[in-house]
């Protein structure tokens, strides 16, 4: 399904948005003529968000954008800065915006030629393997994934080998990609002294040797051994971590059950009133480089429960209420962002949002399959995994299935799914022999 089929109704997005903007460097540049300015404020393969500036007043009056030799937009301006979102481009074009201004049905140019070139869209050409871990010896579950790069990337879960021990098998809860084949590895919480070996539930990695594993404790690894974070556990008695997310050693998130939520800031550990008892699905922040600030959402709801939803917002020790206008009341799980601008929220089906204070859209055309999990490297290169093997990827312009095409369907469902580059990985598990269901890893690298 063509992005365009959804918005080519109008020109430009319904609403204009009338916002305070801070002054930021733009690869196309402001140009200023008179007392307007014109600036690329955001561009996607089939977006532009164009934010018209005037130093003044815009003294009342009739304006209108151009964007080449066609009229995109008319109308008058009521702030000093707007932003517009023209919904209508195309990928890996160069388009001409102008500004004029009409008086008395005179049409007078009040701003320099604006060039903005939309982004390419990526290709949908990948090579996929499948590896299978366990399903001899009892169920295995992979529910994590964290990719470093094409050489190192760790799963996480619970699984169980068959092999020549007292118990006539062993369990795992990690394996780990070195470029060439996985290994089975046991990553140890430690409780009063005494090394565990409790499922992992969670894993976010900055760099190689900066790994962290969440679960019924928290483990960090520095590239040659495993620590255990002790003093976060204060915080964690009796509940469950279901995913971590960091912007720095400085900067780190992790949400569980009941509304649990703990943040490492300003050199401690801080346990957050979430405002919620509901269970944290996903948690997922966007930094921004030039502040140092990040802009960070996780979504709560007990799954296949209707007993409520709640979005969050995430900062420092504290934490706000996120609207939820145009969203179920339950079944979301999976939450992402590729740079603030744009917001997913994924489930029973895929939502969408362009501004945390508008309603959220569903995103329409997709498989009603049940979505499990959300990642991408931009606005042009996002994939949504699920049950039965559900694998979507939108490229810019649409949205490719690659289920039943390049991919089987499966008697089990991919739980998470991490993006880097010209790699993807999706972990979760096969349906097979009621108990004796194997964990299983898909690999993607784009040609």
Request: glycine share 12%; proline share 3%.
């Amino acid at each position: 399904m063509h992005k365009h089929d959804l918005l080519r109704h109008s020109l430009f997005l319904a609403v204009l948005i009338t916002l305070s903007f801070s002054c930021r460097s733009s690869p196309t540049g402001p140009h200023v003529t008179q007392n307007v300015q014109l600036s690329a404020d955001y561009v996607t393969c089939t977006e532009v968000w164009l934010k018209i500036g005037f130093t003044d007043s815009p003294n009342g009056g009739e304006y209108k954008i151009t964007r080449d030799s066609a009229t995109v937009l008319r109308g008058s301006f009521s702030g000093l800065d707007t932003v517009i979102i023209d919904t209508t481009t195309q990928a890996q074009k160069t388009y001409t915006y102008k500004a004029y201004k009409l008086t008395n049905g005179q049409v007078s140019e009040i701003g320099l030629p604006l060039q903005v070139t939309t982004l390419d869209s990526t290709s949908n050409n990948f090579t996929w393997q499948t590896f299978t871990f366990g399903g001899t010896a009892g169920g295995s579950m992979l529910g994590d994934v964290a990719i470093i790069n094409d050489t190192d990337i760790w799963a996480v879960g619970e699984i169980a080998v068959k092999d020549s021990s007292v118990n006539g098998y062993s369990v795992y809860n990690a394996v780990h990609w070195d470029g060439q084949g996985w290994s089975v590895e046991k990553i140890p919480y430690v409780y009063q002294g005494q090394p565990l070996y409790h499922p992992i539930e969670c894993v976010f990695a900055l760099n190689t040797n900066d790994v962290w594993f969440g679960g019924n404790g928290l483990e960090h690894w520095d590239g040659s051994q495993f620590a255990n974070e002790e003093a976060v556990n204060p915080f964690w008695s009796g509940h469950l971590m279901k995913k971590i997310w960091a912007g720095s050693d400085n900067n780190i998130y992790i949400v569980g059950d009941q509304g649990t939520t703990v943040s490492y800031f300003a050199g401690m550990w801080h346990g957050i009133q979430s405002g919620t008892t509901l269970d944290i699905q996903d948690i997922w922040g966007v930094s921004n480089s030039t502040t140092g600030q990040s802009e960070i959402l996780a979504v709560a709801c007990d799954e296949f429960k209707n007993d409520g939803l709640s979005v969050l917002q995430l900062s420092g020790t504290q934490a706000t209420m996120v609207r939820t206008s145009g969203l179920p009341t339950t079944n979301l799980v999976g939450i992402w962002s590729p740079n603030r601008r744009e917001w997913y929220i994924c489930g029973a089906s895929l939502f969408h949002s362009r501004s945390l204070n508008s309603p959220w859209q569903q995103v329409n055309g997709l498989p009603s399959i049940y979505m499990e999990a959300i990642r991408g490297n931009g606005p042009n290169d996002i994939f949504v995994v699920g049950d039965f093997g559900l694998v979507l990827h939108w490229n810019g312009e649409f949205w490719h299935d690659f289920t039943g095409n390049e991919l089987p369907y499966i008697q089990g469902s991919y739980l998470a799914v991490a993006v880097k580059g010209n790699i993807v990985v999706a972990v979760g598990y096969l349906g097979g022999q009621v108990g004796n269901q194997p964990a299983v890893a898909l690999i993607g690298k784009r040609n």
